[in-house]
């Protein structure tokens, strides 16, 4: 089973700066994809960053320029930098993945297999 976990949440003033990480366990496949999902109070989990094993990046328009999604391979780490928060940006993120694909497409729940448990943003005005 591949576990994912995330860690880095916390609370921060409006315009502040947060980062998260995601440890993944080493994949068998070589293609693959790694996302950043967010829930927000009231709303449905919602796809917000991806990057594939070609280190390919994909972003919302609610965050492009403002957050950069990367990958440590030697670490086995997704991170996540959120820059110029905004309340808006309050929500859980989680880190998921899916193996034996690229992201190019995929920007929904049920296509990705793998899921953390979930951080914390919390961003106050």
């Known amino acids: 089973q591949v576990q994912l976990s995330e860690s880095g949440g916390g609370s921060v003033k409006s315009g502040g700066s947060l980062r998260l990480s995601c440890h993944f366990p080493a994949y068998t496949s070589s293609v693959y994809c790694l996302s950043w999902f967010r829930q927000r109070p009231g709303h449905d989990r919602e796809w917000v960053a991806s990057i594939d094993s070609e280190s390919i990046t994909s972003y919302v328009d609610a965050v492009r320029d403002r957050f950069t999604i990367s990958q440590d391979n030697a670490k086995r780490t997704l991170n996540l930098e959120m820059g110029s928060l905004k309340p808006e940006d309050t929500a859980i993120y989680y880190c998921?993945?899916?193996?034996?694909?690229?992201?190019?497409?995929?920007?929904?729940?049920?296509?990705?297999?793998?899921w953390g448990q979930g951080t914390q943003v919390t961003v106050s005005s």
């Open positions: 998921a993945s899916r193996l034996v694909s690229k992201c190019a497409g995929f920007y929904w729940v049920p296509d990705f297999a793998y």
